[in-house]
């Protein structure tokens, strides 16, 4: 049997890390930012990204939040209008149901005084 050298040639990870780009950048292509053109985005474009962002959008802040939008929307459909207008009918509904309470505590009183009087009336001597 006859003996073969094998021989290895070893590299320092560290530097073949250095030297060697193993990320594969190549396969991957990532979007360009400057490609988005905000001349040519559409207002379809803008309920698809609001639906994306539905979630990711803060609550509350003084701009790019949910607040933010209910505010300017608001200011512009004169949302403050149509919310007084609501006030003075949660108000008018207010009264309304005291009405309607008072009025069944009077209905319910003339029907206490109906019932005395029929059971007054069938008791034996008062006839």
Same mark, same amino acid.
């Given at each position: 049997?006859?003996?073969?050298? !094998?021989? +290895?040639?070893?590299?320092?990870? /560290? @530097?073949? *890390?250095?030297?060697?780009?193993?990320?594969?950048? #190549?396969?991957?292509? $990532?979007?360009?930012?400057?490609?988005?053109?905000? *001349?040519? &985005?559409?207002?379809?474009?803008?309920?698809?990204?609001?639906?994306?962002?539905?979630?990711?959008?803060?609550?509350?802040?003084?701009? *790019?939040?949910?607040?933010?939008?209910?505010?300017?929307? /608001?200011?512009?459909?004169?949302? +403050?209008? *149509?919310?007084? $207008? !609501?006030? &003075?009918?949660?108000? @008018? !509904? %207010?009264?309304? +149901? @005291? @009405?309607?309470?008072?009025?069944? #505590?009077?209905? %319910?009183?003339? !029907? &206490?005084?109906?019932?005395? =009087?029929?059971?007054?009336? =069938?008791?034996?001597?008062?006839?």
């Amino acid at each position: 049997m006859q003996n073969v050298d !094998i021989k +290895r040639k070893v590299f320092n990870k /560290g @530097e073949f *890390n250095e030297t060697v780009d193993t990320e594969f950048t #190549q396969l991957v292509t $990532e979007p360009d930012p400057s490609f988005f053109d905000v *001349n040519l &985005a559409t207002q379809s474009d803008f309920w698809i990204l609001y639906d994306k962002f539905f979630y990711l959008i803060p609550k509350e802040g003084e701009i *790019n939040s949910h607040l933010y939008l209910v505010e300017t929307s /608001g200011e512009y459909i004169d949302y +403050r209008q *149509n919310q007084e $207008e !609501i006030d &003075a009918l949660l108000a @008018e !509904i %207010a009264e309304l +149901r @005291e @009405e309607n309470l008072e009025v069944r #505590q009077q209905i %319910a009183s003339v !029907i &206490a005084d109906f019932r005395q =009087q029929e059971e007054a009336s =069938q008791t034996p001597g008062n006839a």
